[in-house]
């Protein structure tokens, strides 16, 4: 270390005699801030990983990271994954860290530190923050954002007023931590376990739990051991091990999320990874944990069954997994999870009793979209009826498009009768992808118009460029890529148009000519007016950048720059 750097880090209270003993120095990236309470209990916990790391005979040193908080960040949370990533592999690169501990959380502090691990391919373990106790409403279980979406209907439909529905919202946030239903927090957490990246145990205890305490302590303890065995993210995030992550995403019922971050995560670690890996070894892997959306219980509930080594260790019994994958730990997926069992086989069914027999994500292709996700567990019997459109093809359904131009434009017009919507409609939202909202809104799940639901009609197929809240159960096409703002399909789909659906042929189409489409695409010219000129610098700089979901909307110029710990030698000097 440099004189410059020394002094400096002495006047923060580490003596020379420290610094210069050759102990390992390791970073803790605190991503949790006021801004971001979802992470915000990692600033108590970083106090017991510094224990970890002391008394393995390292150095701790905390620093932020930019913060990104789910509910919080305007446009979209999304936007800043990549900015948090780009800051991140600064910080891990640019400052002497032998090692680092990422504390993630909240939806896309997740993937964001593991891109940035991916990178710069430094020893890496991720430490949960854990989610939020079970919320309760008069004896029944609330959960976050499914408890928003179900109190909307209700709101809409006149059987509570805003107070209600703020009481009820509330409820379902009692403490600290992320959200407990199995939304993208849950999803992306317990996939980063079972990527190996955190100790095997510990996504799914609750953030106030003092097992918590002790894993943020033992998270500490091992860093220090895998910066002295040189255990780097890319020995851990190999293709069997997101393989893995994939089959144990369907089996817990994850977020229509974790593609986007999985994929993004891979290709920065330089692991081949495409969506249609995700129907190949997803789709046939049954749904069973019974959280909300797909199911009844909650965090807590998960945890007292076993969490995600119960999950994995019916997979691995099953040959679903492929146990030699090591983890952070150096133990492979067999020493980890093996023989760990279920607790209470109805929040974590056994195999043979699932919820739902085939979960995971199919893809589809057609005229609207090269490809978009969706989630083969949300078809309903009620939607088959409803959609059918030949009783001798049993997985062709067709509806009639109503299209909206960003959120904005679904919120004026969905009540308006003028909408002509009814039960055989399919909701369109466009301008929502990564390029158009900028970052990919949450908003492709919309509620049926009042009059509808009032009708008994609470959900109706939505389709469209953005994402989806993983709390939302909603039977949705979603990701859709390229997006309508680069000139995808959904540029040319009007309100009115014949859309297909035909989950034998993995396909969604609008039934148009294609001289109509050819005359629709020459009316387009020029950027369509739901794509709003960018506010800020990094709105603008993110559009010229940022690639489709399909390919985990990465910065694409980044995924060049590979394990730059190992191929780019150290920086340069700074004075
Ligand atoms: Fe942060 Fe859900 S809003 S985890
Ligand atoms: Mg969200």
């Not at 905390?62 to 991140?88: C, M, W």
């Not at 002497?96 to 501990?101: E, L, R, T």
């Not at 965090?299 to 997979?315: C, K, N, T, W």
């Amino acid at each position: 270390m440099t004189a410059l750097y020394v002094e400096r880090y002495l006047n923060y209270g580490i003596s020379l005699e420290e610094l210069q003993s050759g102990r390992p120095i390791i970073g803790i990236a605190q991503t949790g801030s006021d801004l971001v309470p979802c992470n915000r209990h990692h600033i108590e916990l970083a106090k017991r990983v510094r224990d970890g790391i002391r008394d393995a005979g390292g150095i701790a040193i905390e620093f932020p990271v930019h913060p990104i908080q789910e509910t919080g960040k305007r446009p979209t949370a999304g936007l800043d994954r990549n900015l948090s990533y780009l800051s991140l592999v600064e910080s891990l690169y640019g400052y002497p860290m032998d090692g680092v501990v990422l504390t993630i959380g909240c939806d896309k502090t997740t993937p964001a530190c593991l891109m940035a691990a991916a990178t710069v391919n430094i020893p890496a373990i991720a430490l949960s923050v854990g989610p939020m106790l079970n919320g309760w409403f008069k004896g029944e279980r609330t959960g976050s954002g499914t408890i928003v979406w179900k109190a909307r209907e209700m709101l809409a439909a006149g059987e509570i007023d805003y107070k209600g529905f703020i009481e009820l919202v509330a409820s379902s946030a009692p403490s600290t931590g992320w959200c407990n239903t199995m939304g993208t927090a849950t999803t992306m957490n317990s996939l980063c376990e079972a990527l190996g990246m955190s100790l095997p145990g510990s996504a799914a205890i609750p953030a106030p739990y003092r097992d918590r305490q002790e894993n943020a302590y033992r998270t500490g303890l091992q860093i220090v051991e895998m910066v002295q065995t040189d255990r780097k993210p890319s020995d851990i995030m190999t293709r069997a091990a997101f393989l893995n992550a994939i089959r144990v995403n369907s089996a817990i019922g994850g977020s229509t999320n974790a593609p986007i971050h999985l994929n993004a995560i891979a290709r920065h670690i330089g692991v081949e990874l495409t969506l249609q890996d995700w129907e190949s070894h997803g789709a046939g892997v049954p749904l069973i944990v019974n959280l909300q959306p797909a199911g009844t219980y909650l965090g807590e509930d998960f945890y007292r069954a076993g969490g995600v080594p119960a999950v994995m260790g019916q997979l691995l019994d099953a040959g679903l997994l492929d146990g030699t994958v090591t983890g952070a730990n150096g133990k492979t997926v067999t020493e980890n999870v093996g023989g760990a069992a279920t607790q209470d086989a109805d929040v974590i069914r056994p195999l043979a009793d699932p919820l739902k027999p085939s979960a995971g994500l199919t893809v589809l292709s057609g005229n609207l979209f090269d490809n978009a996700v969706m989630k083969l567990s949300v078809i309903s019997p009620e939607f088959r009826d409803r959609y059918l459109s030949n009783p001798a093809d049993p997985d062709a359904f067709e509806g009639n498009a109503i299209v909206f131009d960003g959120p904005e434009d679904y919120h004026a017009r969905i009540d308006d009768p003028a909408l002509g919507a009814d039960e055989h409609s399919i909701l369109i939202m466009r301008g929502t992808g990564p390029i158009g909202y900028p970052g990919g809104a949450e908003v492709v799940n919309m509620r049926p118009p009042v009059a509808l639901i009032q009708a008994g009609v609470n959900a109706l197929p939505c389709l469209g460029d953005g994402r989806q809240s993983g709390t939302s159960g909603s039977p949705s096409i979603l990701n859709a890529a390229p997006e309508a703002a680069v000139g995808g399909g959904l540029s040319l789909v009007r309100t009115g148009d014949r859309i297909r659906i035909d989950l034998a042929r993995r396909s969604a189409d609008m039934l148009v000519d294609e001289a109509e489409l050819a005359r629709r695409r020459a009316e387009l010219a020029g950027s369509p007016d739901y794509v709003p000129a960018s506010q800020t610098p990094w709105q603008e700089i993110h559009r010229t950048i940022t690639g489709q979901f399909d390919g985990g909307a990465v910065i694409e110029l980044a995924v060049k720059y590979q394990r730059i710990a190992q191929t780019q030698g150290l920086p340069r000097d700074s004075h």
